[in-house]
């Protein structure tokens, strides 16, 4: 059995910090490399620099251990590491809808650079299908070990606000790789993983990169695809919501992902249908996911709709109107407002006029940074105070929790929008006020 390896992370963003924190508290010596010195102190001094459930205690018990220590170097995690997971960030690029690989190309070469032994370096970052092929010529040809290092691809599937268990029981893992030998230091390096009985398909690099992307495409087509029969809906008076219901009876079709609103947001899915549909194009098969666009522009008029949804509940001018806004956060349990519709919601209203007042559990900080011209509330009742109207925008819990009548006691009309079809419109229409929602009568 081979020797229990010693794991570097390059990257301690959402994905590295998760995967360094999880693998110490499994048992590995785990290093987390940054370039950012502030972000490697903070872990380092117990601090996790983002929201996610069950993270912090964990980081705690790992920084216990002694297994798990942070620093700037790449030659330090070159010197200690066997297996090096790359997890840095794809963003989409500023002036295309590509993938963004900077990072992934400085990182990989710097690493590379000290890279003197055998060694696996393994790319869990979301990238366009080819780049694997390209990265283990560009690791042959800088590091002094040459040969000796192989490149393998192991794409990462985290949930936001589920990221700790995805991590220690995913429900598959992806290998790819080119030796018999990379897959023996991924066994070893999943060794307790594996050993809960979780499938793992090995497979070529082009299938492993090409895998997560598939994945995001057909789960943002479900989400599409019911918020277009919510257009249909509000067309003929039909109901999405019964609609849905009746439709996930289905098990060829399911109920997860078929919950129609304001669609869907975060780093992952949108980038990356963008930049998989760019890359089918430079392949030259690019009307096979020609569809994509489709589902992109579904999910970005179900922000728009959420907006005249407010407007005509103000009577056709939102101008002068005081709106709350709940959610800030692209989903629940998360302090990620990357491309989050729930604040471009909100700062379409400010922009048309309105005075905007935003509430979030988790994602005030980073909302007020983006979008300082909103107003902000210190709670959900603070927020909704003399409002005109009160949109929900991010499916917490404790906004499900509401209590319309408490709530209709602090408002200025009773009016709510709720663009995730998250509340009971029989018990807020019970309590006196106007509900509304995409795709419902």
């Known amino acids: 059995m081979t020797k ?23 048992g590995y010596e785990v290093i987390g490399v940054d370039v950012d010195p502030v972000k490697v102190a903070k872990l380092a001094s117990g601090e996790v620099p983002f929201f996610e459930p069950g993270l912090p205690e964990l980081l705690a018990k790992a920084l216990e251990t002694g297994r798990l220590r942070f620093t700037t170097s790449l030659a330090e995690a070159a010197a200690f590491g066997d297996v090096h997971f790359i997890c840095v960030g794809t963003p989409q690029r500023k002036d295309s809808p590509a993938a963004d690989l900077t990072y992934v190309d400085s990182s990989v070469t710097e690493l590379a650079r ?99 992307v598939a994945a995001n495409s057909f789960l943002a087509t479900k989400i599409s695809y019911i918020n277009a029969m919510a257009e249909i809906c509000e067309a003929t008076g039909a109901d999405v919501h019964d609609l849905a219901e009746a439709l996930a009876y289905d098990e060829r079709i399911g109920g997860k992902f078929l919950r129609p609103g304001l669609g869907f947001g975060g780093g992952c899915l949108p980038k990356d249908i963008r930049a998989f549909t760019h890359r089918a194009e430079e392949l030259g098969v690019g009307q096979a996911v020609g569809f994509l666009r489709e589902i992109d522009g579904i999910n970005t008029r179900r922000r728009a709709r959420t907006v005249d949804l407010v407007v005509e509940l103000c009577d056709g001018d939102v101008s002068g109107k005081r709106v709350a806004a709940l959610g800030a956060a692209f989903k629940p349990n998360s302090d990620d407002i990357r491309d989050a519709p729930a604040l471009d919601v909100a700062a379409t209203l400010a922009r048309m006029g309105a005075d905007v007042i935003v509430y979030d559990p988790a994602a005030m900080d980073n909302a007020k940074k983006q979008h300082p011209e909103l107003g902000y509330g210190v709670n959900a009742l603070d927020a909704a105070r003399d409002a005109d109207v009160v949109v929900l925008l991010t499916e917490w819990t404790e906004f499900r929790e509401i209590d319309p009548a408490t709530m209709g006691a602090v408002v200025g009309r009773r009016k709510l929008v709720d663009g995730r079809h998250a509340l009971d419109p029989v018990q807020w229409r019970a309590a006196g006020w106007e509900y509304r929602a995409l795709g419902r009568p």
């Open 4 to 26: 229990t390896p010693r794991l570097t992370v390059i990257g301690t963003g959402y994905l590295g910090a998760t995967h360094a924190i999880c693998m110490a508290v499994m």
């Open 114 to 212: 000290h890279l003197t032994r055998r060694a696996l370096v393994v790319g869990k970052s979301t990238v366009p299908v080819g780049t694997a092929g390209r990265l283990a010529q560009l690791i042959r040809d800088v590091a002094p070990a040459g040969d000796q290092v192989e490149l393998a691809w192991n794409p990462e599937f985290l949930r936001e606000g589920f990221a700790v268990d995805d991590t220690m029981k995913p429900d598959r893992m992806v290998f790819g790789v080119t030796s018999s030998w990379a897959e023996e230091m991924l066994r070893a390096a999943f060794r307790p993983v594996l050993a809960q009985g979780v499938p793992v398909k090995v497979t070529d690099l082009q299938t492993a990169e090409l895998v997560k």
